[in-house]
């Protein structure tokens, strides 16, 4: 292809993107094809002449479409959002020129300090301490800042890693020696809840500490008491606390963990604390979610993914750290044929070493276009707007009458079920069987419809709906569908009770 060829077929794809957004809405969301369904399609090997731009073209409308779930789809309720816009579609396809791979200030300057800029920009605009800044008030460069990683996944590692550099660090300054300390790391124990998403595990995993998982109560938070207890268990086993993670909005039912209480007892035990807001942290863009995020100014490390509720397409998972020199020591290494001195000099990030591969591309291209053209008040509309529609939603399941409501609505996510007296004729609270059968077969149900997707999730063995708002396309519109599908589903599964 050459580039008359690409500008003449750049053109068609722009238009054929514009197409599929603006008819989203008229195709089920959810794929309906069974596994398999493109092996059994497609070539056994890759062309071995040139195709044709008209025949892929084609074949991305009856080969791959079919096998689309569409998130940007106003009516995909599941997980959480996973938002796309034009500005930040516009700011990627920059990045798809350029190529680059900027794990250094020198790959290409712009790169590092933009993502340095507008991490800062985005920092302060979700109302962060000033100990996150990459660039303090007098223009000196900050002990902290803000790196843009690929997943929420991603930056649970990263810290984690940075905290066991800092564990290990404080056992060196206690006498022991470099082999000494290292022989402790098996008994690193990093402290999560039964609602901290697998990422934390994960990242467990990776580095191959011990964890915790510390029960909650009825609320599903995460508690300061609960987490002492854990802590002195495991101090008495011999065990060494290095690792907590809180989180703001939580995947089962955003639920917001005490960050205060949990920020106590990391300064008290010299842990890592990392705040994981992958979802609800967009929300804080709004001065009125800030006083639920009390506790973060105290934390390590804090990370929202902008990819999610934040009009910034994937990957962009925004992490700030409050002091960058574990991190940094824990990923440094140096070689020959990485650049010298002139990158390491004030306001340079080397962010290779903020992350764990070499390479990066130039996410943050994206995320100025979308704080740019959407500007504070725009990200804040579309919040709102989100959480208006979510508590809308939540105001017409009570009116109803069948459904009751398991977890406070605060941001887009409402968290329910159909209640026992609804499948049975008493008001009692029924077998818990029974109503989980309900209650997952009214997702089932909903889903069947084939208008809308959304799941189902347990919270303690209790069957819950969820429905996830917060499309970047979706209107009321959307969430008038999701109600009236509801009902309907509802009424199919007690006439079957
Ligand atoms: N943390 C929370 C609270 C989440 O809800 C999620 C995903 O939904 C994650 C972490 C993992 O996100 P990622 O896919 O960016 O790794």
Redesign the pocket.
Known sequence: MDVNEFRRRGKEVVDAIADYYENLDSVPPLSAVSPGYLYKIMPNEAPEDPESFEDIQADIKTKIMPGMTHWQSGNFFA??PSNSSFPAILGDMYSSMFNIVGFNWICSPAATELETVVMDWLGKLVGLDKRYMGIKDDGTEGTGGGVIQG????A?IVVMIAGREKALERLKAQGLSEDDADKMRYKFVAYFSDQT?S?GQKAANIIGCKTHTVPTGDDLRLTKQALRAAIAADKAAGLIPFFVCG?F???NTTAIDDLPGIAEVAESEHMWNHV????AGAALVCPEFRPLAAGIERADSFNF?AH?WMLTNFDC?ALWVADSTHLVNALSIHREYFPPAEDSTSFVKNYRDWQLPLGRRFRALKLWFVLRMYGASGIRAHIREHVRQAKWLEEKLLADGRFEILAPTVFGLVVFRLKASAISKSDKDGDLESLNKANTDLVAYCNEDGRLFMLSTQLKGVVAVRVAIGSSFGTQKNVDLVLDVLKESASKVIAEF
């Open positions: 997980w959480f997943t929420a996944s991603e649970h998403h990422a989180t909005g939580t995947t994981d807001a992958a979802y993914n999610k998972s």
